[in-house]
């Protein structure tokens, strides 16, 4: 099972995607994991990737394609897999599809997590992050159990510069110039489903499942 997750930034389509992981036991693959893995060992990727990740920009194409061809054709993928993250743009998503058409495979599911706007600029205000072990958090939705404090590793945890307002406005407006179209190029090919991303995580999650099967 080959799934793309679709959806504005703070959508919660990692969080989804992680259910969906554990669930049919295949792999979540985030690009923004690898990118910050990337930045947090200081790779030239990684202060790449920063440039623009800090602008609430995209990454360029040519900083990700390579990279998540080379994860999909891992053996751990061999059952699916869910892209979280990637692709992005209309010319990432034809390089993709390319790459797969020439291994024999194509996608199965692209799942849009739909949530309005302002919904999203309120959610990630409130997220908190460890720059330490990544792990996230919400000041409302999911605190830590010591506020300011991560749970799982005890160091400091941050409104990072890519969740404050005025970036966040920013990267809303650069996923409806360049991201959004994609949910007009996965309907065209028949493999879209949205979901109603205002519900509790719960029942996100439900509706996702009842559209992929429980198995």
């Known amino acids: ?22 669930k049919y036991e295949i792999p979540h693959i985030s690009t923004g994991d690898i990118f910050r893995a990337n930045i947090k060992n200081g790779t030239d990727l990684g202060k790449k990737a920063k440039e623009y990740m800090d602008k609430g920009a995209l990454v360029p ?12 054709q891992q053996e751990d993928c061999k ?8 692709p992005r743009t209309i010319p990432q998503a034809e390089a993709l599809e390319n790459a797969l058409t020439a291994a024999q495979q194509t996608m199965d599911y692209a799942i849009n997590v739909d949530v309005p706007d302002e919904n999203i600029i309120k959610r990630m205000g409130g997220r908190r992050a460890c720059l330490n072990c990544g792990a996230t958090y919400h000041v409302e939705f999911n605190p ?24 966040v406005k920013n990267r809303l407006n650069v996923y409806h110039n360049q991201t959004q179209p994609l949910i007009d190029f996965y309907n065209k090919k028949g493999i879209l489903k949205t979901v ?11 509706d996702i499942v009842t559209i992929l099967g429980d198995r």
């Not at 109603?196 to 439900?206: A, H, I």
């Open 61 to 72: 194409d040519e900083l990700t394609c390579d990279l998540v061809m080379d994860r999909i």
């Open 1 to 22: 099972m080959k799934i793309i997750m679709l959806g504005a930034p703070g959508a919660g389509k990692g969080t989804q995607a992680k259910q969906i992981s554990t």
């Open 79 to 86: 059952n699916g897999f869910i892209l979280d993250g990637f």
């Open 196 to 206: 109603d991303g205002t519900q509790s995580l719960d029942k996100v999650f439900e």
């Open 144 to 167: 830590t159990k010591v506020e300011g404090v991560c749970d799982s590793c005890g160091s400091e945890i941050v409104l990072r510069e890519d969740d404050k307002p005025e970036t």
